[in-house]
T-cell receptor
Framework: DGGITQSPKYLFRKEGQNVTLSCEQN?????MYWYRQDPGQGLRLIYY???????QKGDIAEGYSVSREKKESFPLTVTSAQKNPTAFYLC?????????????FGSGTRLTVV | QKEVEQNSGPLSVPEGAIASLNCTYS??????FFWYRQYSGKSPELIMF????GDKEDGRFTAQLNKASQYVSLLIRDSQPSDSATYLC????????FGDGTTLTVKP
């Protein structure tokens, strides 16, 4: 079955540590996105990519980095520069150039600073 | 002003009633509108898409769009306890902007 796989489901980060969240899709979607969700709030866009080897900053990119070396993969690194990283991170994908197509989401990664 | 605003909620309705969820958006050029359902602790799932003015029905769900008023709504008929979730309104396909969501509780 096609879908998006995020791993790990739970992640604990120590102060000053970089961590990488994995996102893999087998839907053959062109576009991939990373969103952050804080309790009681909506989704805020961190980064997105519409094509391999290209990505764009979203609204809250500071302290995060991404890569898109393969169409299927869009990992997110939370760097030590992100001072408040505790949140629920969601990866999504969609078909580009189809305005009727919404997002398919992964199951999310819950990151906690310890 | 936020790009996408939803009723702050929470919204509570008795089982069998109609639940009405509302959303306004600021970009008059927006073409595509989506409703996602998110159960507690889970990721969002797409339940409705609408792009034309008027109503679009899918089972117990009806999405309504009024571009002149920049208003989108979701009606859930015959609400069930399993409908209890947070409902997110999203505007635009690709690089969507989301509202903060409205939490719905359906009481048996």
């Amino acid at each position: 079955d096609g879908g998006i796989t995020q791993s790990p489901k739970y992640l604990f980060r120590k102060e000053g540590q970089n961590v990488t969240l994995s996102c893999e899709q087998n839907l053959n979607h062109d576009a991939m996105y990373w969103y952050r969700q804080d309790p009681g709030q909506g989704l805020r866009l961190i980064y997105y990519s519409q094509i391999v080897n290209d990505f764009q900053k979203g609204d809250i990119a500071e302290g995060y980095s991404v890569s898109r070396e393969k169409k299927e993969s869009f990992p997110l690194t939370v760097t030590s520069a992100q001072k408040n990283p505790t949140a629920f991170y969601l990866c999504a994908s969609s078909i580009l150039l189809d305005t009727s197509y919404g997002y398919t989401f992964g199951s999310g990664t819950r990151l906690t600073v310890v | 002003q936020k790009e996408v605003e939803q009723n702050s909620g929470p919204l509570s309705v008795p089982e069998g009633a109609i639940a009405s969820l509302n959303c306004t958006y600021s970009d008059r050029g927006s073409q595509s509108f989506f409703w996602y359902r998110q159960y507690s602790g889970k990721s969002p799932e797409l339940i409705m898409f609408i792009y034309s003015n008027g109503d679009k029905e899918d089972g117990r769900f009806t999405a309504q769009l009024n571009k002149a008023s920049q208003y989108v709504s979701l009606l859930i008929r015959d609400s069930q306890p399993s409908d209890s979730a947070t409902y997110l309104c999203a505007v635009k396909a690709g690089k969507s902007t989301f509202g903060d969501g409205t939490t719905l509780t359906v009481k048996p």
